[in-house]
């Protein structure tokens, strides 16, 4: 953007200079003057653009975007043709009670079976009197829903005897299976869980506890989850390395602030404090990691692939086009996020609606073909033909329409748009190596939701205090967050691990999400 020259005008002069355009008797002053008033002009409507956008990018911060779906950010002006395959779901009613969860959602719940109080299979039906009854094996269900605190208390009040005469006193013995320890394995898994699973800070969860009667410093909740850090961390590690040998390697950061990193910001050449996501996937099993210093995003990617195992080919890496998220020192087939490409255009759709609603309107096609390859189960092989005959002409077709809007001058390259297509263009290879590799995704939205964990727990608590602190953190996000990747139940998987420790410490491997329960039995 070039500063234009200022130059000085009175309401007078400016008067003067509106008449002798108007009967044409304009001097080369005259003429420098209206030039420069042109280009501030146009500096001054772009600033508006730009800030315009900006404006639209801080609501989104404060308030939240509710989508990005393309009909809803152009408002209907797209009707992009629905294919065959999909036609007709969106017309179908919606199922009456459509909503609501079933008894077969509530996996976590007592079962408790009632037989019938006077009735078993074969007796005689009491109604006919002539043939045997047999059972349904869909029985029918009630369901009911109880609530108390979430960490509850028992006391044992056991009765104590004492002789007159000699004063021996005698004790009650206390139940069989209440274990030695105050606090189980599952209270440690419950203010996990709690804490950094759903950003319910420690203070917060005192508070709770003592309003119900049953009191839990915040003290005391730190110290619960040092003990258990202390039993499960090799659990953490194994995450790592089974990370390490993923196919498709997902990842990004988030600032994050760490009390202890700050006191040390004067002697410190790296002032920037972060939460790196990692995500790896391999077939169907899916590794969530999260990483906090003074470390960018890359530099916690490289400290994980170092334990990949040799003669591995390079693995897949998703990220968006930040520097700091890769590093040259690992081997890897990069990808950029076609998601933060398309959310330019989505940010500027305002001042530029058709050239937005034509792109916007190209890339839902291409996500529309990637749905349908997950809907069809497709290999990676397959999904790749199948992007290669559908989303390589739309993609091609985009790409020639970017250089021509360059090329021939159809839009300013230092506008909202201009910006838009050159970063498209500037990493055009990146941006489509699903079209070229095996397995490539689109997008690095799977990191970006796991990111959320991080961003939830600063919200709540703002920052961490210690390194340490920030590291047990980090174990737990890591291992409840690949839960859900992997739809296990967190809290179950964190009990069996404090309960099985020892044999988790010899062999971590057989401890994953994935597996844990075979190894549950053995360990009984």
Request: proline residues 5%; charged residues 25%.
């Amino acid at each position: 953007m070039t500063k234009p020259k200022r130059i000085d005008l009175s309401q007078k002069e400016l008067d003067a200079l509106i008449q002798r355009v108007e009967g044409g008797t304009l001097s080369d002053k005259d003429r420098e003057i209206i030039k420069a008033m042109a280009e501030t002009i146009s500096i001054l409507s772009q600033a508006v653009d730009e800030k315009s956008t900006s404006i639209r990018r801080l609501l989104k911060i404060i308030f939240g975007s509710s989508t990005e779906k393309t009909e809803k950010v152009l408002n209907g002006q797209a009707k992009e043709s629905v294919s065959p395959e999909k036609s007709g779901k969106e017309d179908k009613p919606k199922p009456k009670g459509h909503g609501r969860n079933g008894a077969e959602s509530y996996k976590g719940a007592d079962k408790v079976e009632i037989k019938h109080d006077t009735l078993k299979p074969k007796d005689q039906c009491p109604e006919c009197l002539k043939w045997k009854l047999y059972e349904i094996k869909t029985p029918k269900t009630l369901l009911r829903i109880t609530g108390h605190s979430p960490l509850h208390a028992t006391v044992f009040e056991m009765q104590r005897l004492r002789c007159n005469l000699c004063g021996e006193i005698f004790t009650a013995n206390a139940p069989a299976g209440i274990g030695e320890e105050k606090y189980d394995a599952e209270s440690g898994s419950m203010i996990a869980l709690l804490k950094y699973g759903s950003g319910l800070p420690f203070n917060r969860l005192e508070q709770l506890q003592a309003s119900l009667g049953v009191p839990l410093p915040s003290s005391t909740q730190w110290d619960i989850l040092k003990s258990v850090v202390e039993k499960i961390h090799p659990i953490f590690t194994e995450h790592q390395f089974q990370a390490a040998q993923g196919d498709v390697v997902y990842n990004d950061d988030t600032v994050m602030k760490t009390l202890q990193l700050m006191k040390e910001n004067k002697d410190s050449p790296r002032k920037g404090m972060f939460s790196s996501g990692i995500v790896s996937t391999r077939g169907d099993q899916k590794i969530a990691l999260f990483f906090t210093g003074r470390k960018h995003a890359g530099e916690n990617l490289k400290d994980v692939l170092e334990k990949r195992k040799p003669g591995i080919g390079p693995p897949i890496q998703m990220c968006d086009a930040l520097s700091r998220n890769t590093s040259d020192e690992f081997n890897k087939l990069l990808a950029n996020c076609l998601t933060h490409g398309r959310r330019n255009f989505v940010d500027i759709v305002w001042n530029f609606p058709e050239e937005c609603t034509h792109v916007l309107g190209e890339l839902e096609k291409v996500y529309k073909n990637d749905a349908l390859t997950k809907e069809r189960n497709l290999t990676p092989d397959e999904r790749l033909v199948y992007h290669q005959q559908n989303s390589k002409p739309i993609m091609d077709g985009l790409s020639e329409w970017f250089s021509s809007m360059i090329k021939d001058k159809k839009v300013e390259p230092n506008s909202g748009l201009g910006k838009s297509i050159n970063y498209m263009r500037k990493h055009w290879n990146e941006l489509t190596l699903f079209l070229r590799v095996p397995g490539a995704p689109l997008d690095n939205n799977i990191c970006e939701r796991a990111l959320k964990k991080a961003i939830l727990h600063r919200k709540n608590s703002l920052f961490y205090k210690t390194e340490r602190g920030a590291y047990v953190g980090d174990l737990f996000m890591s291992l409840i967050h690949t839960c859900s990747l992997c739809q296990v139940n967190p809290f179950d998987y964190l009990t069996q691990l404090q309960k099985h420790s020892s044999l988790l410490s010899l062999n971590p491997s057989q401890w994953m999400p994935w597996n844990y329960k075979e190894a549950v039995p053995s360990a009984k």
